[in-house]
């Protein structure tokens, strides 16, 4: 339990303003599935958590 919540954290959280790829890609899962749910973090990690493995047409690009 605790590291599928530790893995979700750390997947959905906003990179460091700093760090060159947060100009690109606002968190390690914007990254690898080239899309976010909502432009707030939480929100894209709620959303994202309660799909349950399905991809549903709620989807926002950023490009």
Known sequence: ???R???LLH???PYC???K???D???PAHKLNGFVYRKEWLENLLVA???QGFRH???MRLN
Do not use: D, E, I, L
């Open 21 to 23: 790829v947060s100009k």
């Open 5 to 7: 919540a530790w893995g």
């Open 25 to 27: 890609f606002q968190s």
């Open 49 to 51: 958590s309660s799909c």
């Open 57 to 59: 047409s709620h989807k």
């Open 11 to 13: 997947n959905y959280r």
């Open 1 to 3: 339990m605790r590291t």
């Open 17 to 19: 303003p700093r760090a």
